[in-house]
């Protein structure tokens, strides 16, 4: 079997070096072929960021050209309407066939797995891998937990043998940058050097700082 496609979606309102690493990190410990980080278009339960797709597209582009196996992918930003994950899981496994398909997800994602959008048909399309700190707990959320039952994985190996259908904690040292602070320490005029890296940093335009400090800081992480 061809190996695991990981795919990984956000605003990223700045896409930065907690984005980065963490792609990187999982490519490396799941044995991906490779990681396509999907920016959201229109997202279904939060406000769109004021900066566009097709800008943070661009900041994509530039912040994983030098990364091997990351991928900009602008299948949502192509498709248009609301940006459902269990979509884009479709859009890709018509794509992939017989390839593995990981969607990378954080804790507080997987706890309200439940909410999202035909959220059984995930699994139908792909493995859920769910980043996790290593001190931190991790239980699938009650309204999900029939579903999940007996489908996780302990070891990643396990991710190759099927090309969907199990889910498995990740646990990954986490960078503690987050874009609201960046979005904050913008607003400020402070600098965010080395929170972002240096191709996208040195691209951003007034305009595209000034959409920034507007994104509600609460709702894009």
Known sequence: MKSPIGIFGGAFAPFHHGHLRLAIEARERLGLGQVRLVPTALPAHRSASKVSPQRRLEWLKLGVRREKGLVADDCEIRRGGVSYTVDTLAGLRAEFPETPLVLLMGA???????CWNRWPQLLELAHLVVIARAESRLEPPTEAAAVLAGREASDPAVLQQA????????DVPVLDISSTRIRRLLKLGQSVRGLVPDAILNSLTAADIAALTQDDDAKTH
Not at 108 to 114: K, M, N, P, R
Not at 163 to 170: P, V, Y
Request: glycine share 6%; charged share 20%; no cysteine.
């Open 108 to 114: 507080d994602a997987f706890a309200h797995l439940h």
């Open 163 to 170: 090309t969907a259908g199990r889910w498995l904690r990740l």
